[in-house]
């Protein structure tokens, strides 16, 4: 189903949903721009989330992968790259087990 053109909507997956009250979506009205725009403003929503994903220095942890839409940040410009209104970021943590 299309998403409002002007939101963008964050899956969160169960690994991090705690951090997010336990919402497995986030839809966040005018977050588009660059994906650390958008980032940025789920963060204001759901602070908790922000050091799971991003280390203190502001890059993305090597075992968090992102998806914008399918594409994945690290081979679509990184934090830089846009994010159009309508858009779907999936926010994808490693999983270990054996």
Do not use: K, Y
């Amino acid at each position: 189903m299309p998403q409002p053109e002007n939101s963008v909507l964050f899956v969160i997956p169960g690994a991090l949903r705690e951090l997010a009250g336990n919402r497995p979506e986030i839809r966040l009205e005018r977050a588009a721009g660059s994906l650390l725009d958008a980032l940025s403003r789920l963060w204001t929503e759901c602070p908790a989330l922000r050091d799971r994903v991003m280390t203190e220095t502001g890059d993305v942890r090597p075992h968090v992968n992102i998806f914008v839409d399918g594409q994945n940040m690290r081979d679509a410009g990184g934090l830089q790259m846009p994010v159009r209104g309508g858009a779907e970021v999936f926010l994808l943590p490693a999983v270990s087990g054996g």
